[in-house]
């Protein structure tokens, strides 16, 4: 992992460790605590630097980890409650063209197994990448659309253990979820 990728996670957690804390220490939701312009733009530029290291590195591994991360926070951030991610809004453009290059990888069937089962996970919410797909990302779609009812297990712990350090929330939440419900 690059220095960029977890010096990004280390980023990302302290962001979510914020939210949650600010939301558990107010009488409730307010406007000022699910807006911050500081947390908006912070993962505004999370966002936009995964798509950017994507573009720019040489390495398959660190390329693939990149968009991992950057799929995982647009279905975060349109699936999940933005007062306990702290994700208040994502770039449209940023997120179309992740979608895009995700299309180009089920066209070529070049996902490998945990990309796969988090974009099957990824597809009972299917509105959180239809709503970007339908427009001509014809492999995303069919994907979406065959996956989004068949049940999936949650990752098993040992698939999980020792893999998702330093992944932001992506690892903390597929951890969380491999813990819970397990």
């Known amino acids: 992992m690059t220095n960029r ?4 996670s280390d980023n ?6 914020n939210s ?3 939301y558990a220490h107010t009488d409730g939701p307010s406007v000022e605590n699910a807006n911050s312009q500081a947390m908006f733009t912070d993962y505004l530029g999370i966002h936009k630097e995964y798509l950017n290291i994507y573009k720019t590195s040489n390495d398959a591994a660190v390329k693939t980890e990149a968009l991992k991360r950057l799929i995982f926070l647009n279905w975060q951030y349109l699936s999940q409650a933005n007062l306990l991610t702290g994700i208040t809004g994502l770039d449209d453009d940023t997120m179309f063209e992740g979608y895009e290059i995700l299309n180009g990888l089920v066209q070529t069937n070049k996902l490998d197994d945990e990309f796969k089962w988090m974009l ?6 299917d509105y959180a990448i239809l ?5 001509g990302l014809d492999s995303l779609t069919a994907f979406v ?6 049940p999936r297990q949650p990752p098993a712990k040992e698939w999980i253990e020792g893999k998702m350090d330093n992944r932001g929330q992506m690892g903390k939440y597929l951890t ?6 397990l």
């Open 145 to 150: 659309k065959e996956n989004r009812w068949i």
């Open 120 to 125: 099957e996970f990824y597809s009972k919410w």
């Open 12 to 17: 990302e957690l302290q962001l979510s460790v």
């Open 176 to 181: 969380a979820l491999s813990e819970t419900i």
């Open 20 to 22: 949650v804390f600010n």
């Open 131 to 135: 709503e970007y797909s339908e427009d």
């Open 5 to 8: 990728l977890r010096e990004l």
